[in-house]
């Protein structure tokens, strides 16, 4: 089997799999994702409110910032701690995660954990071989995965602080609400809404089409793809094949051609003093297992560190 026969095998769905949806663990929780859709109503506000320039520009500004407190602490830190930082910062970047309003820090690393566990398999919580919906969306909502996967996080569970900030999750979002609007009153407000929506779906967008569309440079056990748009979109997510391969870098544009606004951010609070030991893979990881060298699925090597 060619490398590119097997990718397409991945693709197809195995017998065994059975339609996301349907069993009751699958099901929207209406109730506990109420805030979710109602967020999604905020654009009405445009009817009313009238943004200015400087509206739209906060909305962008607000739109990046979160970005990066997800990328570098949400996912590269808390999920794969592939840096270290101090008590203080640590929370810092939980809480300021938290006004995206993605749940809990701990709920949003131990999940991915998961994924990074059973990529693609059926013990993905969002693989898109359940389709794009259920991968983008469908299953934050359901009751499935409403809670923290504490067996996942115990490394991080261990601070008091942050299992208090998973617990009350939506304090960040609403503090950061509260000062926009204290701030900048309701276009402010309006401004932080929509960029959280712009926020959500960026991030959604790695789990959905970062495993569809892009290229593979190296073999890895799931569906997962570079993309320079996914990337300037989401500070560096976008190179998510890299990310798969090796999932402990602090950095996923490997080469200095793939921008990753997140790792260059990263480098500059080291120099600062704020954060400490960034992770990288050597030269010789990044030479090994790429595609175009294992022409026969018999031949696809293990990824450069366990799941
Ligand atoms: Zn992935
Ligand atoms: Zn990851």
Known sequence: MTGASYIQSMSSSPSVRAPRGSADGDRIAWGLSA???????????LIWVDLE???????????????????????????HRSYKMNRGMQFAMAF???TCIQKGTL???????????????????????????WSHVGWILCHKYQG???????DFAKFPELVWLNKWHAFPGIVA???????????????????????????????SVAHVFG??????????????????????????????YYQSAARQ????????????????????????????PSQEVLARNRVKDNVDVGMLAPTAEAS
């Open 253 to 280: 544009g490997f080469f200095w051609w793939e921008i990753d606004i997140t790792w260059y951010l990263l480098k500059l609070m080291s120099w600062l003093g704020l954060v400490r030991d960034l992770r990288q």
């Open 53 to 79: 320039a400087r509206h739209i520009w906060l909305a962008v500004g607000l739109y990046f910032a979160r970005i990066f407190f997800i990328t570098a602490g949400f996912h590269r830190y808390f999920s």
């Open 107 to 133: 709920w949003w690393a131990s999940h991915h954990r998961l994924h990074h566990k059973h990529s693609d398999e059926i013990a993905d919580a969002h693989s898109p071989k359940d389709g794009f919906w």
């Open 35 to 45: 805030p979710f859709f109602v967020l999604h109503l905020s654009p009405l506000l």
């Open 96 to 98: 300021l995660g938290q």
């Open 177 to 207: 609400m509260v000062v926009c609007f204290l701030v900048g009153g309701l276009p402010a407000l309006t401004a932080f809404l929509l960029s959280t929506i712009a926020v959500y779906h960026g991030t959604f967008t790695i789990n």
């Open 215 to 244: 290229s593979r440079r190296y073999v890895t056990k799931d569906t997962s793809r570079n993309s320079l748009i996914f990337a300037l979109l989401t500070l560096g997510e976008g190179w998510h094949n890299n990310h798969h």
């Open 148 to 154: 923290t996967e504490w067996d996942r996080i115990r």
